[in-house]
């Protein structure tokens, strides 16, 4: 609904008319001449014609004239201007599937608006350029075209872009879809069992874990520059390997692919050393002797440290105190040996020396007396 009020200051009873942008006159006064009932008299006085419009159209629009009969006749104009909104909003794509890296066009068209509308676009919270274009029908009406050029990726399934429409006739007047984009598969192994080293006679067991858009319809597993061991048993996305050994060492390859394309995921397979045992430390004290002998066996694993859990074994620590049990006795009957041995040795040099003591003092004696004799005898010979 429109309204138009004609006022007029300092009437001197002059007529008052209304006039439409033909001309014709509306109202006279207060009687409406022409036959259209949309227009109704708000109110009328010496000073002042108002009339309504309702239902107001396009056809409406233009200068309405207020026109008082004096001589000259004395005119005012004002100016409606119609708005009218666009209808709902089309949007179209190009292709209504996309794989991942291909550009895809979107279109939005918003028709019969007066003015010619503005559209926008969103892709969630970010705002995209489209180009626009902007053609006037016949009637004075427009229609405005925008299209969107957008290179998709994997991120892109799902998303939703719209449309909005600015018009002044009109708030909120949107249109949205969703992409959807085809991808190729995202690879992941994970290693199942064991949960930490994989190491000599023990079995190992890897899962292939495969997502794309379509899902995967083929998952296989192979063995980098070498065969897969003869016993490995594939089932499906899993692969298992009983009782490992070093030669099962290389690089395993899980493969995926759909529609799209294939990807790949590699596991570096490293067999370790079976975990050797550790024997607790063992004391022996030994009777007769005036210490301890602590004896420690240290059998160190291949990957010491790695905080690998350790195995004991009572038959090697059996051995073990076997081992050293002999060799203490050993070493106990070596010394007893020596000691004899030498304890004789000692007794031996002990009675010599008694007997070479006096046999010294002996000699002495006899020194002494043929001393004296060869003195005497001296006198003889001489």
């Not at 942008?21 to 009328?44: A, E």
């Not at 925008?146 to 994997?154: C, G």
Request: charge should be negative; charged fraction near 25%.
């Amino acid at each position: 609904m429109a309204t138009i009020s004609c006022r007029v200051k300092n009437n001197d009873d002059s007529v008052i008319q209304l006039l439409n942008p033909n001309r014709q006159t509306i109202y006279f006064r207060d009687v409406r001449p022409l036959k259209d009932s949309r227009f109704q008299l708000v109110n009328f006085s010496d000073n002042e014609l108002r009339v309504s419009l309702s239902n107001v159209s396009l056809s409406d629009e233009g200068r309405y004239v207020c026109q008082l009969y004096t001589d000259p006749p004395q005119e005012a104009y004002a100016d409606i201007t119609v708005l009218v909104p666009p209808g709902s909003p089309i949007m179209d794509s190009q292709e209504d599937v996309v794989s991942e890296g291909n550009e895809t066009e979107l279109t939005c068209t918003a028709m019969g608006s007066k003015p010619a509308a503005s559209i926008r676009w969103m892709k969630g919270e970010q705002e995209l350029t489209g180009k626009m274009t902007v053609d006037e029908t016949y009637d004075g009406m427009f229609t405005v075209t925008s299209r969107l050029r957008l290179t998709v990726s994997k991120e892109d399934d799902g998303a939703p872009v719209s449309c909005i429409i600015d018009h002044p006739a009109v708030k909120d007047l949107r249109a949205q879809r969703y992409l959807e984009v085809l991808y190729q598969p995202e690879v992941k192994i994970v290693q199942a069992f064991p949960e930490g080293l994989t190491r000599e006679g023990e079995n190992l067991e890897l899962t292939c874990i495969a997502k794309g858009k379509p899902q995967p319809h083929q998952i296989s597993w192979l063995r980098v520059d070498d065969d897969v061991p003869s016993h490995t048993v594939i089932t499906g996305s899993d692969l298992f390997i009983e009782n490992l050994n070093k030669s099962y060492n290389g690089t395993y390859r899980c493969v995926a692919s759909n529609a799209v394309g294939e990807a790949y995921d590699d596991y570096i397979l490293f067999v370790y050393d079976a975990p050797t045992t550790i024997p607790a430390p063992t004391t022996l004290n030994l009777d007769n002797t005036q210490g301890t002998v602590s004896v420690i066996g240290l059998f160190p694993d291949s990957r010491a440290g790695e905080g690998a859990p350790q195995k004991i074994d009572h038959a090697v620590i059996g051995g073990v105190v076997a081992v050293v049990m002999f060799a203490i006795l050993c070493a106990l009957i070596v010394l007893g040996r020596y000691f004899a041995r030498h304890k004789g040795t000692y007794f031996t040099h002990e009675a010599k020396g008694a007997d070479d003591a006096a046999d010294a003092d002996t000699a002495i004696i006899n020194a002494e007396g043929g001393h004296n004799n060869t003195e005497e005898k001296k006198e003889y010979y001489i």
